[in-house]
């Protein structure tokens, strides 16, 4: 594809909501939330993974898609997909798009753990997402215990899964930066603008953010509920080498 094509992956509930909103209002690039199809395309990649065949029907079900969006785009507009849903189809991602563009957005795991248990979902399928099979990405192989473990417990391997994937993908990136949830709303102005420029950059997006950019509600809300219980020995035992590497300190 000829015209210039980003995207912000992660585990989700890392503020992909407020980049698209400060990114499409601000510049002139065209950026879109979880577009039509991914869900379907999460859950044929899902099942892909775990018995093997299927990356044609994904590979076209991605391409296709993708194609007709940016067809749709006045010529020279620059798209940018904001997509958690594409953690388990990364391999497709990388054979489709080039040159491929990625942010990677993290949160510590014990803050998305307890966001992700109150979202769980879109408002749609909120009350059903933990009830439909390979509606979320999960590892592959299967963790030992799997099949007993706890929410909380398959939460954190979900978020471990989703980062390796994209750890994995980020040699097969022309760019790649990592940024995380912490920083995009750090309490100081200037480490925000900063991530913000360093997303930009990665993107393509020559449009330097200001102030005004930080005045957007930096939140999709999930709704009150009981704060879950997350255990500070299970994250370190699950999630340790990625929070190392990524400055989070003990779990």
């Not at 992660?10 to 499409?24: D, N, P, Q, W, Y």
């Not at 040159?99 to 979902?121: D, E, N, Q, Y």
């Not at 990405?137 to 909380?152: D, E, F, K, T």
């Amino acid at each position: 594809m000829s015209r210039k094509i980003a995207f912000v992956i992660s585990a989700g509930r890392t503020g992909t909501v407020f980049l698209t909103h400060v990114i499409e209002q601000h510049t002139g690039a065209f950026c879109v939330h979880e577009p039509r199809g991914s869900r379907s395309n999460l859950v044929l990649a899902n099942f892909r993974n775990l018995v093997g065949p299927g990356t044609p029907v994904i590979r076209k079900r991605f391409r296709d898609r993708l194609q007709r969006r940016v067809d749709r785009l006045p010529e020279g507009t620059p798209y940018i997909e904001v997509n958690p849903m594409l953690c388990a189809l990364t391999d497709v991602l990388a054979e489709q798009v080039s040159p491929l563009h990625v942010v990677h957005l993290t949160r510590h795991p014990v803050g998305w753990v307890r966001s992700m248990r109150a979202f769980k979902a879109s408002t749609k399928f909120r009350h059903v997402i933990d009830y439909a099979p390979f509606a979320n990405p999960y590892p592959v192989p299967r963790p030992a215990g799997w099949v007993s473990a706890s929410r909380v417990e398959k939460a954190l391997w979900r978020w471990r899964y989703c980062n390796e994937q994209l750890l994995e993908l980020a040699p097969r990136c022309d760019r790649y930066v990592h940024a995380r949830y912490e920083d995009l709303f750090h309490a100081d102005d200037a480490v925000r603008l900063d991530t913000l420029q360093r997303i930009l950059d990665c993107v393509g997006i020559e449009v330097p953010p200001t102030q005004a950019w930080l005045a957007k509600e930096p939140r999709n809300p999930a709704p009150p509920v009981e704060r879950v219980d997350v255990d500070p020995e299970l994250v370190r035992s699950i999630c340790g080498p990625l929070l190392d590497r990524w400055g989070y300190g003990q779990g």
